[in-house]
């Protein structure tokens, strides 16, 4: 079977991490099942690999790797920074973290359809639509 590694980075400070990451993971591991519904049957396994960072690594946080690629590489997704809230209060200090601009819209999350197709770019293939419901498979008001 073919593996497909998705490595998430993410800030981890006493077992808690932000709320943007937080939220890719969620959108990740989601993910990770859909994909795997869909490619296991074609001899691919999606698996995720958790690197959890401390403070001095902020900038690297809430990132995602494909077999070792950023999404950024992958994609034509633009990187960039804004304050985190949510960190500054786990960190105790104010706190820049990354976004994602995809599609023409700014996330702080990396939002679902990037991680879908992120990983099939990676894998060469045309991507499996599993369901057509106002553009979106999962019920999810066409977030993804």
């Known amino acids: 079977m073919k593996i497909l590694k998705i490595e998430w980075k993410h800030l981890a400070v006493a077992g808690e991490t ?18 795997n519904r869909t490619l296991n049957p074609k ?17 690297q946080s809430n990132s995602i ?3 070792g690629v ?6 034509n997704i633009e990187v960039s ?7 500054s209060t786990l960190l105790g200090t104010k706190t820049y973290c990354r ?3 995809y599609d023409g819209n700014e996330y702080e999350d990396i939002p679902a359809k990037a991680i879908r197709h992120a990983a099939y770019k990676i ?13 979106c498979s999962c019920n999810c008001n066409n977030c993804c």
Do not use: A, H, W
């Open 65 to 67: 790797l494909f077999n």
């Open 43 to 59: 001899g691919i396994e999606v698996i995720l690999i958790e690197t959890k960072m401390d403070d001095s690594q902020t900038t």
């Open 81 to 87: 920074e804004n304050y985190c809230d949510s960190c």
């Open 99 to 101: 976004t994602v601009t």
């Open 123 to 135: 894998l060469g293939i045309e991507e499996i639509k599993t369901e057509e419901k106002s553009g």
């Open 18 to 35: 932000c709320d943007r990451c937080y939220d890719t993971g969620e959108n990740l591991v989601q993910e990770i099942k859909r994909l």
């Open 70 to 75: 950023p999404i950024e590489e992958i994609l």
